[in-house]
């Protein structure tokens, strides 16, 4: 079974629409990480979520952490063609180094 | 950050064949860390890449089918070797939270 599960796993909105993403794990984390990924090409950092309870933003893209829950959530305000790709939540396999363990994806298309 | 960058940034292979790819950094560090993403899927990790060591390999992925080289602290190699068409994926390095354009491999 997957460890990190991302919800819902597609989806299509209109340009200038709010959406969210949320990442749920079934282990406990070590900070999780946000990554957005063009079809098949790298993967670009979002944002880094450490402490319960920490929320991010960069640009019209915040991210929240909720330890307790063991899930986060992406939300993006007013979203943009440019936001279209997948995301994706990582999460750290140890306390220390710097090995991932990702979620299943969540594939973003914005329609103009 | 860290930009990273990786050759080829695709390729297209034979069946039995081996692929190797390169991964280079621009800034010295301790570990690297090499992912496949299989078509349609998130990324599993294949190893750490250490500096002075041997790789550390991960469930399900031993050396003799992906031997790593860590030459120097900027760069790292992985190789694909005798390979199928269930290798097609696309392979990336990582070090910290950042990571390379990925090799696209497909083999026929």
């Known amino acids: 079974s997957q460890e990190l599960e991302q919800s819902p796993q597609s989806l299509i909105v209109q340009e200038g629409k709010n959406l969210t993403i949320n990442c749920t794990s079934s282990k406990t984390l070590y900070g999780l990480y946000w990554y957005k990924q063009k079809y098949g090409e790298g993967l670009i950092f979002l944002m880094m979520l450490q402490k319960g309870g920490e929320e991010k933003s960069h640009e019209k893209i915040t991210a929240k952490l909720d330890e307790k829950k063991q899930q986060s959530s992406l939300h993006i305000t007013a979203s943009q063609p440019s936001h279209a790709g997948i995301y994706l939540c990582?999460?750290?396999?140890?306390?220390?180094?710097?090995?991932?363990?990702f979620g299943t994806g969540t594939s973003l298309t914005v329609i103009p | 950050s860290a930009v990273i960058s990786q050759k080829p940034s695709r390729d297209i292979c034979q069946r039995g064949t081996s692929l190797t790819i390169q991964c280079q950094v621009d800034s010295q560090v301790t570990m690297m860390f090499w992912y496949r993403q299989q078509p349609g899927q998130s990324l599993t990790l294949i190893a750490t890449a250490n500096q002075g060591s041997e790789a550390t390999y991960e469930s399900g992925f031993v050396i003799d089918k992906f031997p790593i080289s860590r030459p120097n602290l900027t760069f790292s190699t992985l190789t694909v070797s005798n390979l199928s068409p269930e290798d097609s994926s696309i392979y990336l390095c990582?070090?910290?939270?950042?990571f390379g354009p990925g090799t696209r491999l497909l083999v026929l």
């Open positions: 990582g999460a750290l396999k140890h306390p220390t180094g710097n090995q991932f363990y």
């Open positions: 990582s070090v910290g939270v950042y």
